[in-house]
């Protein structure tokens, strides 16, 4: 059975309403955005925080990247999303979702924070 993901245009404004299919080709293309945003990411060093910094800035455009090519978009609506004119957290979200859907894979969510590992390890305490 075929695995869509669908995205609105709006958020990006083009103001189509788009629906990828698993297709070849658009599984090819996440599968090459995944690694790209994969190898950036192992390329800094976890203890310079500085570097984790800047790989946060080119997530940003990787992420922009992706969209703009599962999406197909022209050259002046890719333009307006690489000039980051548009919210990341539906770009990253519209990614992850495709990434999911064609490969059962996940980035870390944005919303991700330490709090819940706080949280289990007050949890698992003895009260004694």
Known sequence: MAKYVEFDGKKIGTGTKYKLIDSGENIKKTINHYISI?????????????????????????????????????????????????SFSDEYGFFNDCLNSFLGLRLPSMDDDDSSDTDDAEEQEDPK
């Open 38 to 86: 994969q190898k950036a990411a192992n390329e800094i060093d976890d203890d310079d925080y500085l570097a984790s910094i800047k790989q946060s800035g080119s997530t940003v455009d990787l992420i922009a990247t992706a969209v703009c090519d599962l999406l197909e978009l022209n050259a002046a609506q890719t333009k307006r999303v690489k000039n980051l004119e548009f």
